[in-house]
């Protein structure tokens, strides 16, 4: 009885051992893993997790010199989700989104000290809508709409009193196009021009002496 149970509990320990094995290696050929790149003195430089065929898909990070310097996300070998940029100080300097590796959605750049600097409007890796900038005390710049990469429609710029300074509109570029107007610190208008087709601007109305001085 002894030796029948002793054979018995060997059979089950081997049974155990071989379904132990079996599931190692179905876990090990399924899940992802960790990839870690270093230079040649032993420092880290990238770490990123791979599929079984050994494609990006999951989280993507780079460093120098032991800081984190971005990180990123991967689906299938193609960049997508959230990617941010970072400082030497580690705070926050770039703020992207991808969309099966194109640039989608708000594009953002933060001043050194952490404060909102940039917001790009994209669309499928183009700009579309609306550029702002941001002075360092959080107040609004300027304002500027864009069509496919341009600059094209009305635009606005801030003392950073928050006043008006210069109000009016692009086209095809950075050309300045129809009644262009300029407003002094306290945002009193001062000027106003008209540019032609070519980006030449005259002034035909000053502050001054109130008056049409257009050639």
Do not use: H
Request: with cysteine; net charge negative.
């Amino acid at each position: 009885m002894l030796s029948s149970f002793g054979n018995n509990k060997n059979e089950i320990m081997r049974i155990q051992e071989i379904i132990f094995l079996v599931t190692l290696f179905a876990v090990s050929c399924s899940s992802e893993r960790f990839v870690e790149v270093k230079d040649d003195n032993g420092n880290l430089l990238e770490k990123y997790q791979v599929d079984k065929e050994g494609t990006k898909n999951g989280i993507y990070e780079s460093y120098d010199g032991g800081k984190l310097v971005s990180k990123a996300n991967y689906q299938d070998g193609i960049q997508s989700g959230k990617r941010v940029i970072y400082y030497e100080n580690g705070n926050l300097e770039i703020e992207e989104n991808y969309a099966k590796g194109q640039l989608e959605g708000d594009y953002k750049v933060y001043y050194e000290s952490g404060e909102l600097k940039l917001v790009v409007g994209y669309s499928n890796n183009t700009i579309q809508g609306q550029v702002k900038k941001y002075y360092i005390s959080g107040q609004l710049m300027e304002d500027v709409a864009f069509i496919d990469n341009e600059e094209n429609g009305p635009f606005v710029e801030y003392w950073e009193n928050g006043n008006l300074k210069w109000e009016g509109a692009y086209k095809n570029g950075d050309n300045e196009f129809g009644e262009l107007k300029k407003y002094n610190e306290e945002g009193i208008l001062i000027r106003k021009l008209m540019c032609d087709s070519l980006a030449v601007c005259r002034t035909f109305w000053t502050l001054e002496d109130g008056s049409s001085n257009e050639e």
